[in-house]
């Protein structure tokens, strides 16, 4: 017998499921192999420590519960496939998300640029330049309040009035 095929048998060894040739030539190459006593010994003492524990009776129904559970785990499974090819889909819009990224670096870039011009023109201007700019915007602001139809509306109101009057 060779190491190779005693590691084989160890179990059926220990499990006294050899044939009595088997038994025979197992014994005398383990008392002649020191490799092959080393990995017997360190397999049988993991076998008897299994001796030790206690017989476990499987619960009723405890197969067809274990297959129940296989079966949820494959869901999982499945379930974390499917998130998997989310992320891909996700990832395929990796270029609409640069692009958008972008586009906001440029209007920011470009904001700033327009800040720093303005800045720069303020800078070169004269205290008279300044008041008369803002002389402007004030007047464009009365533009904006002349666009509001105030005597237009407080005639509505004064009509109101007058129809509230005859009415009591
Ligand atoms: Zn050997």
């Not at 030539?25 to 008392?31: A, D």
């Not at 904006?144 to 009415?167: A, K, M, P, R």
Request: one cysteine or more; aromatic letters at 12%; a negative charge.
């Amino acid at each position: 017998m060779d190491c190779k095929r005693l590691k084989s048998q160890i179990y059926e060894y220990l499990d006294n499921e050899l044939q009595e040739a088997d038994m025979q030539q197992f014994s005398e190459h383990l008392g002649a192999c020191a490799e092959c006593q080393k990995a017997y010994e360190a397999i049988k003492r993991t076998w008897d420590a299994l001796e030790v524990l206690p017989n476990v009776e499987p619960t009723p129904n405890y197969m067809s519960r274990f297959w129940a559970e296989v079966a949820t785990r494959q869901n999982v499974v499945d379930r974390a496939r499917a998130r998997l090819s989310q992320m891909f889909l996700t990832w395929k819009l990796v270029p609409v998300y640069v692009s958008l990224c972008l586009a906001i670096s440029v209007f920011a870039i470009r904001n700033y640029m327009q800040f720093e011009q303005s800045r720069q023109i303020l800078a070169e201007m004269s205290q008279e330049e300044i008041e008369m700019v803002e002389y402007i915007e004030l007047a464009e602001n009365y533009e904006l309040i002349d666009e509001i139809e105030f005597f237009e509306d407080f005639e509505i109101i004064q009509n109101l009035d007058d129809l509230s009057v005859t009415q009591s």
